[in-house]
């Protein structure tokens, strides 16, 4: 079983950042592509990033050129580097992990999932 604790959620203004985490452990736990998702209150759950093993990234259009994803192996962690934060950035963010090469935007690709980080972003 793979498990996933998100961190570094929180309040912050318009155009603000904030750094969220995810740590990964659990058998194989380096060998999986990671996912970001969000979900703002009322609304279904979105994609907001992937990461490969190999490094690729993606990104929604949303967040395009604010946020960053990355990974470090060797803490079996990934990141989520959000700049200028909108109010409409508010929502519970999820990482999640799958065994596929690159599982993309689908949910349904991504076994495993942490519990959720809230971020609030007031205007």
């Known amino acids: 079983q793979v498990h996933l604790v998100e961190s570094g959620g929180g309040l912050v203004q318009t155009g603000g950042s904030l750094r969220l985490s995810c740590e990964v452990s659990?058998?194989?736990?380096?060998?999986?592509?990671m996912g970001w998702f969000r979900q703002a209150p009322g609304e279904k759950r979105e994609f907001v990033s992937e990461i490969t093993l190999s490094g690729y990234t993606q990104y929604s259009d949303s967040v395009k050129g604010r946020f960053s994803v990355s990974r470090d192996n060797t803490k079996n962690a990934v990141y989520l580097q959000m700049n200028s934060l909108k109010p409409e950035d508010t929502a519970v963010y999820y990482c999640?992990?799958?065994?596929?090469?690159?599982?993309?935007?689908?949910?349904?690709?991504?076994?495993?999932w942490g519990q959720g980080t809230q971020v609030t972003v007031s205007s």
């Open positions: 999640a992990s799958s065994s596929s090469i690159s599982p993309g935007r689908a949910e349904n690709w991504y076994e495993y």
């Open positions: 659990g058998p194989l736990s380096r060998n999986y592509a």
